[in-house]
């Protein structure tokens, strides 16, 4: 049987999680986040628009299935430039042992630039939550392969307490159907199989259609041009995410504009076609989204 990639990463990730609990205690974290201004808006960041799809623009050095991406990277110089030239979202990896990031760089982006930061990381437990806040982060990756659904439950609602917003991420059908049955309300679709780390766009071309209308798409992994994001933007992606593409370029600026100078049919379409719903859960939603949050169905008060 093929080594599975996945597997390798979250067993050492919950080593890292004990070393980091061991080193800094949740009590400690939690201090540190009540003095903290509200979180900013990821999840209206992403709202649809007439004009295109958003697009999450992530400082990524390294990649397990990739290497080394960008041996010299400054990740606060491409997080400004990405802000600079229109990103609605930053995505930053803090995984150190597979992804070459750290959970630092959070706090010195966030300095930097206006939008909202995700933080990138394969989150197992509420610790984490406490510590991307703490770090900097407005939103949280919760991926449905890694955690059982009742875990992910948790995760999603300990992430509205801490005041992040959360991007559920899935990769099939089932993992689609466990996201919405939690209550996610920013879904992530992973054109990567994270087992293989092969990646395929058709995957959100093939989970888009079993999406109901309310909720906030997010097409993940593969996009090296425009004509690329045009095909989820048709089929109803409202957001892609884009690392390696970005961080590979020779001309980033060039790259955004390429990337988010789509205006397909989808974008409009997908606009009106969430609207249905999510207009009709403003009025109830709205005030409790200034706070902060990540995929829920509202964005809750930050720690306090």
């Not at 600079?84 to 930053?90: E, V």
Request: hydrophobic share 45%; with cysteine.
């Amino acid at each position: 049987m093929p080594r599975n990639i996945l597997d390798d990463i979250v067993r050492d990730k919950r080593d890292e999680l004990r070393r980091r609990q061991q080193a800094t205690p949740l009590a400690s974290l939690e201090a540190r986040c009540r003095d903290l201004p509200p979180a900013r808006d990821f999840e209206e960041a992403l709202r649809p628009r007439a004009t295109g799809v958003g697009l999450i623009a992530e400082v990524k050095k390294a990649s397990p299935s990739r290497g080394t991406l960008a041996p010299t990277l400054d990740p606060v110089a491409l997080a400004t430039t990405y802000a600079r030239h229109g990103a609605d979202a930053i995505s930053v990896l803090t995984d150190e042992k597979y992804f070459h990031g750290h959970l630092d760089l959070l706090d010195a982006i966030r300095g930097a630039v206006p939008v909202p930061l995700l933080r990138k990381d394969f989150t197992l437990a509420e610790y984490q939550l406490w510590e991307s806040r703490a770090a900097g982060a407005d939103a949280v990756l919760l991926i449905v392969s890694i955690l059982e659904a009742s875990e992910l439950r948790d995760l999603l609602q300990a992430a509205k307490g801490v005041g992040l917003a959360a991007l559920v991420e899935c990769h099939t059908v089932g993992e689609l159907e466990t996201a919405l049955a939690v209550g996610a309300r920013v879904v992530g679709i992973n054109n990567r199989d994270l087992t293989t780390f092969n990646t395929r766009i058709e995957t959100t071309l093939e989970l888009l259609p079993r999406i109901p209308p309310g909720h906030i798409v997010v097409s993940e992994s593969g996009f090296f041009t425009g004509d690329q994001v045009k095909r989820v933007a048709v089929a109803g992606a409202h957001a892609v995410l884009v690392g390696e593409a970005l961080v590979t370029a020779s001309d980033v600026p060039a790259k955004i504009r390429e990337l988010r100078a789509v205006e397909a049919a989808g974008a409009v379409d997908a606009s009106s076609h969430s609207a249905q719903t999510l207009g009709a859960v403003d009025a109830s939603s709205h005030a409790a989204r200034t706070g902060g949050e990540m995929g829920g169905a509202s964005r809750p008060p930050h720690c306090s």
